[in-house]
Structures are given as C-alpha cells and as structure tokens.
C-alpha cells in the first residue's frame, strides 16, 4: 500500500502569496471591495484558511501596508548602497515604474487608515522618521556642505521629504501632466544643488 505524505506548505510564503493577492485586488477594486471572500476566491483557497494567516483584515490590511512601506525603503537603500547619485536615490522614492507607483496607490489608500487606527499611524510616523534618516545619511555621504545645526539639518531632510510626496501625488492623480521627465525635472530644479555629486 502506497503512502501518501501530507504536502509540506511553506507557511511564509503563502502568507507571502496572501498579501500579493490582496495587494493586487486593493489595486485593482480599491480598499472597499478588498475582502476576505474575494481574496480567497482569487487565491483558490477557502477563507478559513486565509483567517489561519490574519486574524481579520484589519490585520491583513496592516501587513499589505508595511510591506509596502519595506518595498519603497528596500528600492532607496539599494540606490544608496549602489552609490548613485543623491537625486537618483531620492528618484526612487518617485512613482517612475510600474512597481513604484504601485506603492504610492497602495500608500494612499491607506491614509485614512493613518488617520482613524492608532497602529497605522504609528507605524506611519514611524517609517517616516526612517525615511527622514535615510535621507540624512545620503546628504551627509556625499559630503553635502550642510549647517552643523541639527534643526537646520531636520528642516532641511523634512523638506526634501515633502517635496517628494507632493510630486508623487501630483504623479499619481494626474500621471499626463507629471510623467517620469517632468517628475525629474521638477527634482532637479528643486535639487539642482546635487546635480555635481553624481559618483
């Protein structure tokens, strides 16, 4: 008699393929016909089992948002650690690609969430603050002639943080007029200064 072993289910990567679903639903349908039914039906699995993986989709919901927020942060410091340029680096926190702008959909769908859920707001504030960081580090590597003042140092990574999601929702809401060159061109008027630490 022939034994059947019981399949071996990678538990991180269906999460994994849970929240891709998920993702590409809110995408597609917005953040109001993300269910869980419809995620189970497009992932052929029965609810049951998306409920093993997520307590509810408020949690769900939660985990398609920091995921988010990692694949934006994972894009900027690998054009760091690539050592690109200072404007090339803060590009990729622009929507250029099809991933990128993917991520600015999904982050704006949230806001409310950021607005109305102590968690999506902290985490909010918190990836923020990382972000702000991350810039410092890219001015102060390309040895950016900068005040020693450490107020003028954060009013200074606060505004080039703005001016990068003012452009990408600009992008987002009105992709004609704001393609990839007028997203540039705006960054570099506005960053102009940087155009000489290309490396």
């Given at each position: 008699?022939?034994?059947?072993?019981?399949?071996?289910?990678?538990?991180?990567?269906?999460?994994?393929?849970?929240?891709?679903?998920?993702?590409?639903?809110?995408?597609?349908y917005?953040?109001?016909k993300l269910?869980?039914?419809?995620?189970?039906?497009?992932?052929?699995?029965?609810?049951?089992?998306?409920?093993?993986?997520?307590?509810?989709?408020?949690?769900?919901?939660l985990?398609?948002?920091?995921?988010?927020?990692?694949?934006?942060?994972?894009?900027?410091?690998?054009?760091?650690?690539?050592?690109?340029?200072?404007?090339?680096?803060?590009?990729?926190?622009?929507?250029?690609d099809?991933?990128?702008?993917?991520?600015?959909?999904?982050?704006?769908?949230f806001?409310?969430?950021?607005?109305?859920?102590?968690?999506?707001?902290?985490?909010?504030?918190?990836?923020?603050?990382?972000t702000l960081?991350?810039?410092?580090?890219?001015?102060?590597?390309?040895?950016?002639?900068?005040?020693t003042?450490?107020?003028?140092k954060?009013?200074?990574?606060?505004?080039?943080?703005?001016?990068?999601?003012?452009?990408?929702?600009?992008?987002?809401?009105?992709?004609?007029?704001?393609?990839?060159?007028?997203?540039?061109?705006?960054?570099e008027?506005?960053?102009?200064?940087?155009?000489?630490?290309?490396?």
């Amino acid at each position: 008699m022939v034994s059947i072993l019981p399949r071996i289910v990678d538990h991180d990567e269906r999460r994994r393929q849970v929240v891709g679903i998920a993702r590409n639903i809110l995408l597609e349908y917005g953040l109001e016909k993300l269910t869980v039914r419809r995620i189970a039906e497009s992932a052929n699995l029965s609810t049951a089992i998306i409920s093993h993986y997520f307590r509810d989709k408020r949690e769900l919901m939660l985990f398609i948002f920091l995921d988010t927020l990692e694949i934006a942060e994972s894009r900027f410091a690998q054009a760091v650690e690539a050592d690109l340029s200072t404007t090339a680096c803060l590009q990729t926190l622009l929507p250029t690609d099809q991933e990128s702008r993917n991520n600015w959909k999904v982050w704006i769908a949230f806001w409310n969430m950021t607005l109305t859920d102590r968690e999506f707001r902290q985490q909010q504030v918190a990836r923020t603050e990382n972000t702000l960081r991350m810039i410092r580090g890219l001015l102060d590597r390309n040895a950016h002639p900068r005040s020693t003042d450490e107020n003028e140092k954060d009013v200074e990574e606060r505004r080039i943080f703005a001016v990068l999601v003012g452009i990408a929702i600009q992008a987002i809401h009105d992709p004609e007029s704001w393609p990839v060159e007028q997203q540039s061109r705006v960054l570099e008027s506005e960053f102009g200064r940087f155009a000489d630490m290309t490396r």
